[in-house]
């Protein structure tokens, strides 16, 4: 039996169905890659929101430990003359690079907070500034009609999370103690 009679018009096909096929082949195999890579995108920024996240949140628990350390009724008397004990460090030296910024400062106090899945628990240090006025103006009357609760010590907190490979956070706060 011949093919060509027993198929009319097999003449005229040529394959453009097979290449139709294919053309609709690759463009699907395009939408598919492009689909899968901004999945891919959209799942690496999710895990490095969550990362960051619990940087921050292993960073303000620090911080919150830095503020019960410098509301401590003794604090300021066991403030250093100069550099840093036990997390407490002097007042800054205004012609130096501020302590945090400094890669050599070892000053940190490892916070004692449960940090889960986090490689590296969060430090923190407390700087004390001096006195400052509790209300606006208290400080310029004269020494003898100035309130004993007028002046009080203020601090700068300092707080960090990090890890190689993941993400940093440091958080600073002022805190004036009662």
């Given at each position: 039996m011949n093919m060509e009679s027993s198929a009319p018009g097999w003449r005229g096909a040529r394959g453009a169905s097979l290449l139709i096929v294919l053309l609709l082949l690759l463009v699907m195999t395009l939408l598919g890659l492009a689909i899968l890579r901004s999945t891919l995108l959209e799942e690496r920024?999710?895990?490095?929101?969550?990362?960051?996240?619990?940087?921050?949140?292993?960073?303000?628990?620090?911080?919150?430990?830095?503020?019960?350390?410098?509301?401590?009724?003794?604090?300021?008397?066991?403030?250093?003359?100069?550099?840093?004990?036990?997390?407490l460090c002097a007042i800054p030296d205004a012609s130096l690079q501020d302590r945090w910024l400094d890669s050599s400062f070892d000053g940190w106090e490892t916070a004692s907070i449960d940090v889960g899945a986090l490689a590296v628990a969060p430090e923190y240090f407390v700087e004390y500034m001096g006195d400052a006025p509790t209300w606006p103006g208290c400080d310029q009357l004269d020494e003898a009609s100035i309130s004993p609760l007028c002046l009080r010590p203020r601090y700068r907190i300092t707080a960090r999370s990090q890890a190689d490979d993941r993400a940093a956070v440091i958080l600073q706060t002022n805190f004036i103690a009662q």
């Open positions: 920024m999710s895990a490095n929101m969550l990362d960051r996240n619990l940087a921050f949140q292993a960073a303000e628990a620090a911080l919150r430990e830095g503020e019960e350390l410098a509301g401590q009724p003794d604090t300021r008397d066991n403030v250093p003359a100069a550099g840093c004990s036990n997390g």
